[in-house]
Structure formats: structure tokens, C-alpha cells
């Protein structure tokens, strides 16, 4: 009886080897940056305009509590990167964040963009939002993503000096991978813009993108989940509480996941423990 042809068929070449024999990773993160961001890039502007403040505070005042419920409801753990100044001025909505078992990372002070920083302003920055997160969280965090994923030549080399042992906002690679620092290897767990919900829809005046479809939105994501998990990736979603706390974006993430389900072989998550398994192969 002749086989059936499928049977010559080899199965692809594995790509990147995920712990248990899974196809491949899936994180959600949330950057938590609340006002931080428009505090420092708008100072003046910040000192007046409450209409600016308040959209920001939706993420405090009702986005996180929505993506904690969702995320209690789906039995997952996720990534959460917090600018210090965040941690001082919404210390409840942390510990709760914290206390749900989510994984805490640094993300700035008051969400500096490092490329307006020399090295010596970089330092001061990471020492202080080191020194807020153990103050305020008890948390010493093991990954950094940098705010707006601005990221500096000296930077990953000012992160292994600092003790951490991941950054998360590179987009070289869709796996982990090392990036060389004179300090060590520093382990990248990548990120990427489609993977974004800022420039999907966060509404800018003047901007060109249009506030899109959650129905689009998801069938974007899905498709790059999909064509992700063929490839043996790491699908790395960064969300923003203020931006995907709104209700029908919840929806779309539990939505998402959902399809994400229906796939087998994925490893459900955190950027810290995806940093982890990297640092452990590497080290043989
Ligand atoms: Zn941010």
C-alpha cells in the first residue's frame, strides 16, 4: 500500500527550542506609563492641560483594574513595566499589579526618552527608578524596557552593569537573542510596532493614523500570532492600560488569546521567564 505522500514530507527545521517541546512563546506586556510620558516630553503644557492628564489617567483610574480582571479571568501572567514616577503616584494600582503575581520591569522615571539623555543623565535615571521600585514594591526587577523603546549604543552594556538580565525593546530578531555589551551578554527579548497598540489607536492630532477597527486589529494580530507560531517565535503584545484598557480593546485581547488557544505548542508566558530559558540555553 503506498504511503500517503505527506509521510515523505520533513517536518520544518525548528528555528528556536522552547522548553517542553512548545512551537513557540506568547507574552502580554503593559507599559504602565500613566501621566510619566507626557510629563516629560510636554512639561509646560502638562502644567495646564487636565484634558491631556485625564486621558492618561484612564489607565490608573480604570484601565488597569479592567486588564488585571481579564487577565485573573484567562489564568495567565503577564508583563507589566513601570516608570518609577508611575509606582510613586499610583502605588495602589501597583501593588495590585504586583500582588496578582504579574511580572514588574522598569520603564524609566518619569519615562524619559534615553536619546535626549548623555550616559551620565541614563545612569542617574536607571539608579533612581532601581531605587523607587524597591522602595515603594519591594521589587527588584529583572528586565527593563525602555520608555518609547528609545535605546542608546551604551545602553544595554548600563543595564548588565545594573544587575538586570533582559531589555525588551529591540526589534532585531522575533526570538530571543544576546545583545554583546562589554559587561556581558545582555538578553534581548524582542518587541516589534506591529505588535503595538499605540499606533493602532492612540489618537494624534495632525497624525496620519485613524483610530482603528478592534475586528482589524485582531485579525492583524492573529495573523502575525499564526505566521509567528510557524516560525517558532516570541510573540512579545505591548499594550498601554490607558490606550487597550478602553472596553472593546479588553475584549479584543481575551479575544486574541483565545485564537492564541487553538494553537498548539504555545508557551503562555512572561518576558522574564522567556529571558530565563534564553540565558539557560546559552549557557548550555
Ligand atoms: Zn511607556
Known amino acids: ?31 504602565f506609563d500613566a501621566e510619566s510620558g507626557f ?9 495646564r492641560s487636565l484634558a491631556d492628564l485625564e486621558e492618561r489617567r484612564f489607565g490608573p483610574r480604570v484601565g488597569v483594574d479592567r486588564i488585571l480582571r481579564l487577565l485573573d479571568r484567562l489564568r495567565l501572567r503577564a508583563s507589566f513595566f513601570i516608570p518609577g514616577w ?23 522615571n518619569v519615562h524619559e526618552a534615553v536619546g535626549m539623555l548623555d550616559a551620565a543623565q541614563e545612569k542617574a535615571v536607571l539608579e533612581e527608578q532601581l531605587a523607587i521600585l524597591r522602595a515603594e514594591l519591594g521589587v527588584k526587577p529583572a528586565g527593563y524596557r525602555s520608555p518609547s523603546w528609545d535605546v542608546n549604543v551604551w545602553t544595554p552594556a548600563l543595564l548588565k552593569t545594573h544587575g538586570f538580565l533582559y531589555d525588551s525593546s529591540l526589534m532585531g530578531n522575533d526570538v530571543p537573542y544576546d545583545v554583546q555589551t562589554p559587561a556581558g551578554r545582555l538578553v534581548e527579548v524582542p518587541v516589534q510596532w506591529l505588535l503595538d497598540d499605540a499606533p493602532l489607536f492612540r489618537h494624534v492630532y495632525g497624525a ?9 486589529v485582531l485579525q492583524m ?32 485581547l481575551g479575544d486574541l488569546v483565545a485564537f492564541m488557544r487553538r494553537a498548539r505548542g504555545v508557551w503562555f508566558t512572561t518576558c522574564e521567564d522567556v529571558a530565563r530559558w534564553h540565558a539557560k540555553q546559552a549557557r548550555g
Open 1 to 31: 500500500m503506498p504511503r500517503p505522500r505527506t509521510a515523505n514530507r520533513k517536518p520544518p527545521p525548528v528555528r528556536y527550542r522552547w522548553p517542553d517541546g512548545k512551537r513557540s512563546a506568547a507574552v502580554l506586556s503593559f507599559d
Open 39 to 47: 510629563l516629560f516630553r510636554e512639561p509646560e503644557k502638562a502644567k
Open 86 to 108: 508611575t509606582a510613586v503616584n499610583h502605588l495602589p494600582q501597583c501593588k495590585r499589579i504586583r500582588d496578582a503575581g504579574h511580572e514588574i520591569g522598569a520603564h524609566g
Open 208 to 216: 496620519t493614523n485613524a483610530i482603528a477597527d478592534p475586528g482589524r
Open 221 to 252: 494580530w492573529s495573523k502575525e500570532f499564526a505566521a509567528m507560531h510557524g516560525e517558532n517565535g516570541c510573540f512579545v503584545l505591548t499594550c498601554h492600560p490607558f490606550i487597550s484598557g478602553r472596553a472593546s480593546r479588553v475584549v479584543l
